[in-house]
């Protein structure tokens, strides 16, 4: 099964069509579970509908309406709250400003109640600075959050390009490792810029990251590094881009036609999309768990249904009414929830990545490229793709590609001693209880020296 992080949030986008700056979201502030038989005989309602409020976070638009632990929402802005599909109507998501009408169970009794709602607060951090910007994308504008230290000077800037999952990369987690990668680099000196994915966050596009191909996200990362370029505090002349897993593959054909001084790129493969997952489901199916016969069985099932999919089109619901078993290993290890999902996206998008050449968009870079490969790294798995990198562009551009191996580093930046103890952690399900205390440091400081020592380089 593929390693997934899934981040669950009640935090909704908005949808602006004409205005040329993005307010803030807003959060409702609460975590929320469906009223079943039980909940509904335990607290004397006629019937199982609705939400239960479980915890109300505090100066959330939830707690300015005054709603309280236990209160079952029946619906919000006259949506019933029935099931968490619910959540995504249109009349649910809000911004700074609207009206939130909740209809709420409390006691025996309905209560109706109604508020403005606040925006979601931004970022702050001691000895940083943080500016909220936007640019035009797609029928809308998309969300950048630039983060520098207080010095008034220019200075070399980052784009930071995360991975696969679609979520904001606004107010993460305390202990989220993105959001302690770029508060790091912003405390070491650089400009570091986050761009939203088309649709999340505040962003207002008319299409949204779930439901792009690989072509819109990277024309999507093309304009926030246009917009970067144009920011007065940045030194044009370094200008790089920083890359992690998916994005590190989107980096080259970001990079194109622009004056890009470095790469950095994180966790990748150079292979296409469907070699690479059937490697990973290789390695990871039996060391997470699964029988090894059943698991060589559930990979001659792939061998067909990746081809079917990524080659020639197909979509997941396609595949299943040809093999009910498709169905099994496809939720499994690709979190299929409906006929078209795939990894959380539409198939699309990963038929679009499969048709990419990655080597030849290396290629055409002049940029210095830091290949960075953690050798605790299970979705990686090996250095070969991290290492070929390098050959290959060398071999083009002498001396412009650089090896950097992170001993005990994982895919998500966290220090593990090795690959086994990484399949050991993550087969128990364990992974986000190492987030407060095992951030690698000293592997981003790594890559913050060839940062300053490219900088350094004169044109």
Same mark, same amino acid.
């Given at each position: 099964?593929?390693?997934?992080?899934?981040?669950?949030? +009640?935090?909704?986008?908005?949808?602006?069509?004409?205005?040329?700056?993005?307010?803030?979201?807003?959060?409702?502030?609460?975590? %929320?579970?469906?009223?079943?038989?039980?909940?509904?005989?335990?607290?004397?309602?006629?019937?199982?509908?609705?939400?239960?409020?479980?915890?109300?976070?505090?100066?959330?638009?939830?707690?300015?309406?005054?709603?309280?632990?236990?209160? #079952?929402?029946?619906?919000?802005?006259?949506?019933?709250?029935?099931?968490?599909?619910? %959540?995504?109507?249109?009349? #649910?998501?809000?911004?700074?400003?609207?009206?939130?009408?909740?209809?709420?169970?409390?006691?025996?009794?309905?209560?109706?109640?109604?508020?403005?709602?606040?925006?979601?607060?931004?970022?702050?951090?001691?000895?940083?600075?943080?500016?909220?910007?936007?640019?035009?994308?797609?029928?809308?504008?998309?969300?950048?959050?630039?983060?520098?230290?207080?010095?008034?000077?220019?200075?070399?800037?980052?784009?930071?390009?995360?991975?696969?999952?679609?979520?904001?990369?606004?107010?993460?987690?305390?202990?989220?490792?993105?959001?302690? %990668?770029?508060?790091?680099?912003?405390?070491?000196?650089?400009?570091?810029?986050?761009?939203?994915?088309?649709?999340?966050?505040?962003?207002?596009?008319?299409?949204?990251?779930?439901?792009?191909?690989?072509?819109?996200?990277?024309?999507?990362?093309?304009?926030?590094?246009?917009?970067?370029?144009?920011?007065?505090?940045?030194?044009?002349?370094?200008?790089?881009?920083?890359?992690?897993? +998916?994005?590190?593959?989107?980096?080259?054909?970001?990079?194109?036609?622009?004056?890009?001084?470095?790469?950095?790129?994180?966790?990748?493969?150079?292979?296409?999309?469907?070699?690479?997952?059937? !490697?990973?489901?290789?390695?990871?199916?039996?060391?997470?768990?699964?029988?090894?016969?059943?698991?060589?069985?559930?990979?001659? +099932?792939?061998? #067909?249904?990746?081809?079917?999919?990524?080659?020639?089109?197909?979509?997941?619901?396609?595949?299943?009414?040809?093999? !009910?078993?498709?169905?099994?290993?496809?939720?499994?290890?690709?979190? +299929?929830?409906?006929?078209?999902?795939?990894?959380?996206?539409?198939?699309?998008?990963?038929?679009?990545?499969?048709?990419?050449?990655?080597?030849?968009?290396?290629?055409?870079?002049?940029?210095?490229?830091?290949?960075?490969?953690?050798?605790?790294?299970?979705?990686?798995?090996?250095?070969?793709?991290?290492?070929?990198?390098?050959?290959?562009?060398?071999?083009?551009?002498?001396?412009?590609?650089?090896?950097?191996?992170?001993?005990?580093?994982?895919?998500?930046?966290?220090?593990?001693?090795?690959?086994?103890?990484?399949?050991?952690?993550?087969?128990?399900?364990?992974?986000?209880?190492?987030?407060?205390?095992?951030?690698?440091?000293?592997?981003?400081?790594?890559? #913050?020296?060839?940062?300053?020592?490219?900088?350094?380089?004169?044109?």
């Amino acid at each position: 099964m593929l390693i997934r992080v899934f981040f669950i949030t +009640l935090l909704f986008c908005a949808t602006l069509t004409n205005a040329q700056e993005l307010k803030r979201r807003a959060s409702h502030g609460v975590t %929320l579970r469906l009223v079943d038989s039980a909940i509904a005989k335990q607290l004397k309602m006629d019937k199982a509908e609705g939400m239960l409020v479980q915890y109300i976070f505090p100066n959330s638009n939830a707690a300015k309406a005054g709603l309280q632990n236990n209160d #079952v929402i029946i619906s919000i802005n006259n949506v019933l709250m029935n099931d968490f599909s619910a %959540l995504s109507d249109m009349k #649910v998501k809000i911004i700074e400003g609207d009206q939130i009408i909740y209809k709420i169970f409390r006691q025996g009794k309905e209560i109706e109640m109604i508020l403005q709602a606040i925006g979601k607060p931004k970022e702050q951090e001691e000895g940083l600075e943080f500016e909220y910007g936007q640019f035009s994308f797609d029928q809308g504008l998309i969300r950048t959050i630039i983060t520098a230290d207080k010095d008034a000077k220019k200075k070399p800037a980052i784009l930071f390009v995360p991975g696969f999952t679609c979520f904001s990369q606004d107010n993460m987690g305390v202990n989220h490792p993105y959001k302690k %990668l770029v508060y790091h680099l912003a405390k070491k000196g650089f400009l570091v810029m986050r761009a939203e994915k088309p649709g999340m966050g505040d962003s207002n596009n008319k299409q949204k990251c779930v439901d792009i191909d690989f072509d819109t996200e990277v024309a999507s990362y093309r304009e926030a590094l246009k917009a970067l370029y144009k920011h007065p505090k940045v030194d044009a002349n370094n200008v790089f881009i920083f890359g992690h897993s +998916l994005g590190g593959m989107e980096a080259p054909f970001i990079a194109e036609d622009f004056n890009v001084k470095g790469i950095i790129t994180m966790g990748i493969t150079i292979k296409h999309w469907r070699e690479y997952l059937t !490697e990973m489901l290789r390695n990871q199916i039996p060391r997470l768990g699964e029988n090894y016969v059943q698991a060589e069985k559930d990979l001659k +099932l792939y061998e #067909v249904l990746l081809y079917e999919l990524l080659v020639n089109n197909k979509t997941p619901s396609e595949m299943i009414l040809k093999n !009910e078993e498709y169905g099994r290993i496809l939720q499994r290890d690709f979190g +299929l929830v409906n006929s078209d999902n795939f990894l959380g996206r539409n198939i699309r998008f990963s038929q679009s990545l499969n048709n990419k050449n990655c080597i030849e968009a290396w290629l055409k870079t002049e940029a210095k490229i830091l290949s960075v490969w953690g050798d605790s790294d299970i979705q990686v798995i090996n250095d070969f793709s991290h290492r070929e990198l390098v050959d290959i562009v060398n071999k083009n551009n002498p001396n412009n590609a650089t090896f950097l191996e992170l001993k005990g580093t994982d895919h998500n930046f966290l220090k593990i001693g090795s690959l086994e103890e990484s399949y050991r952690i993550n087969r128990g399900g364990n992974i986000a209880a190492l987030l407060p205390t095992h951030f690698d440091y000293d592997a981003i400081d790594k890559i #913050v020296k060839w940062i300053n020592n490219t900088v350094s380089i004169k044109d």
